[in-house]
């Protein structure tokens, strides 16, 4: 299983930036995905995610951002709107899933990460 994100990059503070995270393989069905963050010096951090239809967002994003998911390609978004420079940081999609129908625990994956950065 392999997660795939794209689309990071350098924008002004009240700029907008849309993230693609693709996962690919051998997947049964995903239980949850969604995108964490992790700034210089910081602990990783939930940013949002998408759980059986249900969304849940960090209290710094509502508002701002938000996380859609196409199921039929196996794709999360994270629309970024009204960025801050403390929005910065290296972005990871994250996916719980069940890699075929005879799995019975979830199994974690990470992507590569795709940086962020809000600067005037």
């Known amino acids: 299983v392999q997660l795939q994100a794209s689309g990071g990059g350098v924008v002004q503070p009240g700029g907008s930036l849309r993230l693609s995270c693709a996962a690919s393989?051998?997947?049964?069905?995903?239980?949850?995905i969604g995108w964490y963050r992790q700034a210089p010096g910081k602990q990783r951090e939930l940013v949002a995610d998408?759980?059986?239809?249900?969304?849940n967002y960090a209290d710094s994003v509502k508002g701002r951002f938000n996380i859609s998911r196409d199921n039929a390609k196996n794709t999360v978004y994270l629309q970024m709107n009204s960025l801050k420079p403390e929005d910065t940081a290296i972005y990871y999609c994250?996916?719980?899933?069940?890699?075929?129908?005879?799995?019975?625990?979830?199994?974690?994956?990470w992507g590569q990460g795709t940086q962020v950065t809000v600067s005037s």
């Open positions: 393989g051998s997947i049964f069905s995903i239980i949850s």
């Open positions: 994250s996916a719980r899933l069940l890699r075929s129908r005879f799995s019975t625990t979830p199994i974690s994956y």
């Open positions: 998408i759980t059986s239809g249900s969304t």
